[in-house]
């Protein structure tokens, strides 16, 4: 065979991409480094707002999740990225590491060069290459590849059995990136949906919104029937309950692992415990540093379990306790464990004053909860400036810790209505791979009689969140002024 194959655009493309993200990579081998070209875009985003939500990340890079997730976990193991607890344990907020950025500046060199070699390239095409690949991506944006094929073929008059254009995107994103696929099949969801509707109706913290969501859910079970990826599914289905509940602990999360019958739920627990509140961000102590005027700023962005932390959580409180002033926050803090209660130990002179306490639907059982008598090391005390930095995303225990403070009148709140969570939940299995996350307590403080859930904690200084710690330290220089000149 002498005559030339004519190569089709797939082939192309795919020539295309491995001749220059194949140099890209020996060039990137040569700088000494294990970053791959298909983390930059990822770096380009991360440095430009500092983190984002995985499904954020998704999104922009216009890919599926699970594909996106598979290029930031290997991200992660390089020491590229970090996650956190973003709302609250679905939600995760990738940042990159100081590695990534230290990698980001030895490489800004390469990425300028690569930028220039772009734009020359550019200028020996017709027509710019970004321009060209822009115009055929909105082209198959009006008109899917699938139906276009699905048009030729009927012009021919032979049929053909319907391509979805969600396959085709299905495959072009599993060869671009492969992923093993997490399947599930109409016997799992069906027996996640009703395993899930009889907790609803038996240990939901509201009885009958529990029943109404558990007709609902059976109801409209069949929304769900063309999702056959379980961690697409878990997102489905959390997203539909906290529509029809307005409760953002309530919801499903899928599990790799199989979670066994019996022990299942606390193992899962444990294990999600030390993913969200682990070693690995630092238990959720983002910075602590001594402002200008012996102000001191805590920054925390989850609150682990004190047997897990408590002492990591002592240290940092022991601390801040030399500030004039002291300002926490919570921005970015999406709830965690009894921690946040352990804090207020050191905020105040005095122990065993009433916090916000729960009342539990299916042990129908109230238990109080008081600020601890004695805490290790040293307190910050009761009666210097204390500002509580608040946004839309401070949820779950991050407000209860506000809350109380408040309801104490101890601390100033600055910033923005918080996201209104007061339904403490626990795992229920409902399939060897979902737990639903369920609402069985209510909180219920003692002071205000009430709670915070679908309403937020309303700021004392209503300012936008990122106004907040510029408004708090104003506050704090005019407190410790007015204390001097006392």
Not at 441 to 461: E, L, M
Request: with cysteine; glycine share 8%.
């Amino acid at each position: 065979m002498n005559s030339p194959v004519q190569a089709g655009i797939g082939t192309k493309l795919r020539l295309l991409l491995t001749r220059m993200d194949g140099d890209l990579a020996a060039l990137y081998a040569q700088q000494d480094t294990d970053f791959r070209p298909r983390f930059f875009p990822v770096f380009q985003l991360l440095l430009r707002e500092e983190e984002a939500l995985v499904s954020d990340i998704a999104r922009a890079l216009q890919v599926s999740q699970p594909a996106a997730t598979q290029t930031l976990g290997e991200m992660k193991r390089l020491g590229f990225v970090s996650f956190e607890k973003g709302r609250d344990a679905r939600e995760r907020l990738v940042r990159l590491t100081p590695h990534a950025h230290e990698t980001a500046e030895k490489l800004a060199p390469l990425w300028e060069a690569v930028s220039a070699s772009a734009g020359e390239l550019d200028g020996e095409l017709s027509q710019p290459l970004g321009k060209s690949l822009d115009e055929a991506n909105a082209a198959l944006a009006r008109e899917s590849f699938a139906d276009r094929i699905s048009r030729h073929l009927a012009k021919a008059g032979r049929a053909v059995k319907a391509i979805s254009a969600a396959c085709l995107t299905g495959l072009a994103l599993m060869a671009a990136n492969p992923l093993e696929a997490r399947a599930i099949d109409a016997r799992d969801r069906a027996q996640v949906v009703e395993n899930a509707a009889a907790l609803l109706t038996d240990r939901y913290v509201d009885a009958a919104e529990g029943a109404r969501l558990a007709q609902r859910m059976r109801e409209e079970a069949g929304r769900w029937s063309a999702v056959d990826d379980a961690e697409a599914f878990a997102r489905a289905v959390t997203e539909w309950l906290r529509a029809k509940s307005g409760d953002g602990h309530l919801g499903l999360s899928y599990s790799e692992e199989p979670i066994p019958v019996g022990t299942g739920e606390a193992e899962f627990s444990a294990a999600e415990m030390e993913k969200w509140y682990g070693a690995h961000i630092n238990h959720g102590i983002a910075k602590i540093e001594r402002l200008e005027g012996n102000i001191m700023l805590l920054d925390l962005r989850v609150f682990p379990p004190p047997a897990m932390a408590g002492d990591v959580i002592a240290a940092a409180m022991t601390l801040v306790a030399q500030g004039d002033a002291l300002i926490i926050d919570l921005r970015r803090n999406g709830g965690g464990a009894e921690t946040a209660n352990l804090i207020t130990g050191y905020l105040l002179d005095e122990g065993e004053l009433p916090l916000t306490g729960t009342y539990n639907r299916p042990r129908d059982e109230h238990r109080a909860s008081v600020s601890p008598a004695w805490v290790p090391g040293r307190r910050f005390g009761g009666t210097k400036p204390l500002y509580i930095l608040t946004s839309k995303r401070t949820f779950s225990a991050a407000e209860a810790l506000a809350y109380n403070l408040q309801a104490l009148e101890r601390a100033i709140l600055v910033g923005e209505v918080t996201g209104g969570g007061a339904h403490p939940f626990e795992y229920r299995r409902v399939h060897p791979h979902f737990a639903l996350d369920l609402p069985e307590g209510r909180s219920i403080n003692p002071i205000t009689g009430g709670n915070w859930q679908g309403t937020g904690v309303q700021p004392d200084v209503m300012v936008p969140a990122e106004d907040a710690l510029e408004t708090a330290l104003s506050l704090a220089r005019k407190a410790i002024t007015a204390e001097e000149e006392d």
